[in-house]
């Protein structure tokens, strides 16, 4: 998908049910960091939980977003919500290219 396509889908999606703005690099460090995660988590639960995987993982490649450290964020914050908001296996298990 095309990073300029996957970013103003991602965009919309994470900020249209919140009434937010955030930037496309305000929820890249966000899925990088839990701290950042919590400040961020309207944001970061729709990116988890309504954006399709191809989606996440364009977006992801395209801001530079550590996939190892955006799972972690997504298994703690799912740990401590009870909701299930791991990223996919194949999200994170993608190779670079």
């Known amino acids: 998908m095309d990073p ?30 839990l701290d950042a995660a919590w400040e961020e988590i309207g944001p970061v639960y729709a990116f988890l939980t ?11 490649q395209a801001h530079g977003v550590d996939r190892k450290a955006a799972a972690a964020v997504a298994e703690a914050l799912s740990l401590r919500s009870g909701a299930d908001l791991r990223l996919p296996a194949r999200v994170v298990e993608a190779s670079s290219a």
């Open 50 to 60: 309504e954006v399709e995987a191809d989606t996440q993982l364009a977006f992801m």
């Open 4 to 33: 300029q396509k996957a970013t103003a889908l991602v965009l919309c999606q994470v900020n249209a049910p919140y009434s937010r703005n955030i930037s496309a690099a305000d929820l890249a460090h966000a899925l990088s960091s």
